[in-house]
């Protein structure tokens, strides 16, 4: 990875002088742990998670950068303390914004690609929603079939709009060829969605939680990260009080609730993406917001380092077994002695993600929505 000349070509090195101050970080701090990309690109081949910086929201119809975005989250990053030694971490700068959009798409693509191939985690810093394409064109570059997840308080699928912000999810759910498999939407606030909205995305067996049930069992959203390959996270499922660079809402999740998000998908093993849109610095307020933003990230860290305990699923005796009937089918579900995780098998033997819930309803004679969905899928 450090000869890559497809990687540098389309990075702007970081100047962590303007990033820092006059701070000074001790040995203890994440910013002395990350290999970053100053004036030479870092060897990032122990890497676990690598962060990429995209100042860029043309799609929002604003203009090409969001300014010292980026830089303001990395310097709330940089101050945390390091608590998972057994996590590396890289930050490779941001892409250099294109002469147009889809130039900076192009280039955001090619990188993110070259880095899930390299087997690296990659934190991407927006930018605008949209950008959102360019995370999944990724897996579209390498025809990788994915499951993506979104946590946005709107449903992305305007065609009355010219805004690409505002319309993207048109071009990645219908776009052909296609390598959306499942997609998740997490947190949408049914007063921003048009009730059609909804009816399309359930013939499209896309499974919908609205922002009241997320919060009445965020528990329920870990089985739904976990399968996912991607995952995208717009500020606007937040409320103003716990984001204030936020003015879309006075609604939604809270600093604790995202944070426990961004845990869960640092724990899937599947997941090599996320991306965190919506930021712009100029609405700040004392950065409280590229506060949180660091701090999901750190309990993103928090979330992979506790991955590395989870042992593989064919390691039976690191599970407690439970049988049972599912629809007249004889069902394993398995719960794992070291993170209580839950998964679930269904008629083709295969094991899915699944929660504590799925098996209550099982063993009560009831079919878990989950099973029924995953059925329909196949």
């Known amino acids: 990875m450090r000869d890559s000349l497809l990687t540098t070509d389309f990075l702007q090195p970081l100047d962590l002088s303007a990033i820092l101050g006059d701070d000074e970080l001790n040995d203890a701090q994440l910013g002395h742990k990350i290999k970053s990309y100053t004036f030479e690109f870092p060897d990032i081949d122990d890497a676990d998670i690598v962060i990429l910086g995209m100042a860029e929201e043309r799609g929002t119809g604003n203009g090409v950068s969001v300014g010292d975005s980026p830089a303001l989250i990395r310097k709330n990053l940089y101050r945390l303390y390091n608590w998972h030694p057994d996590v590396q971490l890289a930050d490779i700068g941001n892409i250099k914004s294109g002469a147009s959009l889809n130039d900076t798409y192009a280039a955001a693509k090619a990188v993110i690609a070259e880095l899930i191939a390299a087997g690296k985690t990659v934190i991407i810093l927006g930018g605008s929603h949209d950008l959102t394409l360019a995370q999944y064109g990724a897996y579209v570059q390498r025809e990788q079939i994915i499951e993506a997840s979104c946590v946005d308080a709107f449903i992305n699928l305007s065609v ?23 997609y998740n939407h997490i947190g949408f606030q049914s007063y921003f969605v048009h009730p059609n909205i909804l009816q399309t995305m359930d013939r499209l067996r896309f499974d919908c939680f609205r922002v009241g049930v997320v919060k009445d069992a965020l528990f329920e959203m870990e089985p739904v990260i976990r399968s996912s390959q991607m995952l995208s996270i717009d500020l606007s499922a937040m409320s103003h009080a716990y984001a204030p660079a936020n003015k879309t809402t ?11 998000l961004t845990q869960y998908a640092g724990m ?3 997941l090599n993406t996320l991306g965190l ?9 004392d950065e409280l917001t590229a506060i949180q933003i660091a701090q999901m990230i750190w309990y993103f860290i928090d979330g992979k380092s506790k991955s590395k305990t989870e ?7 690191q599970f407690t077994e439970y049988h049972t009937t599912v ?23 295969k094991f899915i993600a699944c929660s504590a819930a799925d098996y209550q309803l099982a063993i009560h004679s009831e079919i878990p929505e989950r099973w029924l969905r995953a059925q329909e899928r196949d």
């Open 268 to 270: 899937s093993e599947q």
């Open 250 to 260: 006075p609604n939604g999740l809270n600093g604790e609730e995202m944070c426990t």
């Open 160 to 182: 009355d709009t010219p805004l690409r912000s505002e319309n993207f999810l048109m071009e990645m759910l219908t776009g052909e060829p296609n390598f959306i498999r499942h």
């Open 327 to 349: 629809a007249g089918t004889d069902t394993v579900f398995l719960q794992s002695k070291r993170t209580a995780r839950w998964w679930m098998q269904l008629p083709n033997q």
């Open 277 to 285: 849109y919506g930021y712009n610095a100029k609405n700040d307020v």
């Open 311 to 317: 042992p593989s699923i064919k390691d039976r005796q």
